[in-house]
């Protein structure tokens, strides 16, 4: 997935405003590339995973009605590397062929990484950042 600098700081500036909670988001794309950041709430509410809730429904109607596809789901790591947890592994069956994007969050510093994860098997992929 190809995303606009534009982007990437709508996902970076989510994660500061929920830190020190983890936050959650998905991005629609067209052909592969990223057309808009929908913020959604963490209804988990905790610095140690995610949980999205019913405010998704709408957001994937409207990427659907919009003719886009869902491309990716990102969150926030607060305590941890920018690595997908099992917990992440876990949700993912749900998700096939989306991408994840994790962002790093650690006083200022910010690393954004992006996974494929597959049946378990997790592949990272360079961010295309346009």
Not at 1 to 16: F, T
Not at 59 to 69: K, P
Not at 93 to 119: H, K
Request: charged share 25%; glycine share 8%.
């Amino acid at each position: 997935m190809k995303i606009a600098r534009s982007l990437l700081d709508e996902i970076i500036d989510h994660a500061r405003r929920d830190a020190p909670n983890e936050c959650c988001g998905v991005v629609s794309v067209a052909n592969g590339d990223a057309r808009s950041v929908f913020a959604l709430k963490n209804l988990a509410a905790s610095p140690m995973k995610f949980e999205v809730g019913a405010d998704l429904v709408p957001v994937m109607e409207e990427i659907d009605e919009a003719g886009l596809e869902l491309g990716a789901i990102y969150h926030s790591h607060t305590r941890t590397a920018p690595y997908p947890s099992q917990t992440d592994v876990n949700f993912s069956v749900n998700w096939p062929g989306v991408e994840w994007i994790i962002v790093g969050i650690t006083g200022d510093d910010v690393d954004v990484r992006s996974y494929l994860i597959d049946g378990g098997r997790i592949e990272e992929i360079e961010p295309e950042v346009a």
